[in-house]
């Protein structure tokens, strides 16, 4: 079971926005630590998507964007494209594990 | 441009020692606030942080793995060496290393070297 808690899989047409939850407690996420998102394609190495809750690393498009509220963050995607299928993880840093934390990762299918 | 290579054994015997190197370009292990960390995957699985080093040799492991793994640099090879003692087969998995701030933000990533337990 992983600290930090993404749903399994979510999905959405060409066009839509879908949004991935990551859902932490108060030694993570609500106690004040950054929250980093990646995408990892098939069969590739993670890619950086998000930095600092909500930050896009030069290069990534603007139909990514990034939230923190409390103990959970949020990833959004717009205009959702077929190469966006991917797996996508959300990581922080746990005082109680004295280390970094990754969510259980969420496949996004693009139907 | 910053580029992150893993190397090390394909197949391991189980209690045996895995040792894997990372060999970074395009910045050095002595840059202020930055450091190298191991993350693995096994085969359809979640990414799991194992451990990091930082340019001021500050290191950190995984809890439930800490008896375990020991992690340095040689930052004069630009090189960071893990080692995982008394392997088992759950320990099969993509073994990656990433260039980490210390923000946590995982920047960059090698392409990862695939270790299989196997007797």
């Known amino acids: 079971q992983s600290v930090l808690t993404q749903p399994p899989s979510v999905s959405g047409a060409p066009g839509q926005r879908v949004t991935i939850s990551c859902t932490g407690s108060s030694s993570n996420i609500g106690a004040g630590y950054d929250v980093h998102w990646y995408q990892q394609l098939p069969g590739t190495a993670p890619k950086l998507l998000i930095y600092g809750n909500s930050i896009r690393p030069s290069g990534v498009p603007d139909r990514f964007s990034g939230s923190k509220s409390g103990t959970s963050a949020s990833l959004a995607i717009s205009g959702l494209q077929t190469e966006d299928e991917a797996d996508y993880y959300c990581q922080s840093h746990d005082s109680s594990l004295s280390g970094w934390v990754f969510g259980g990762g969420t496949k996004l299918t693009v139907l | 441009q910053v580029t992150l290579k893993e190397s090390g054994p394909v197949l391991v015997k189980p209690t045996e020692t895995l040792t894997l190197t990372c060999t970074v370009s395009g910045f050095s292990l002595s840059n202020a606030r930055m450091g190298v960390s191991w993350i693995r995957q096994p085969p359809g699985k979640a990414l799991e942080w194992l451990a990091h080093i930082f340019s001021n040799d500050e290191k950190s492991y995984s809890t439930s793995l800490k008896s375990r793994l020991t992690i340095s640099k040689d930052t004069s090879k630009s090189q960071v060496v893990l080692t995982m003692t008394n392997m088992d087969p759950v320990d099969t998995a993509t073994y990656y290393c990433?260039?980490?701030?210390?923000?946590?933000?995982?920047?960059?990533w090698g392409q990862g070297t695939l270790v299989t337990l196997s007797s």
């Open positions: 990433a260039r980490i701030d210390s923000s946590g933000c995982h920047g960059y």
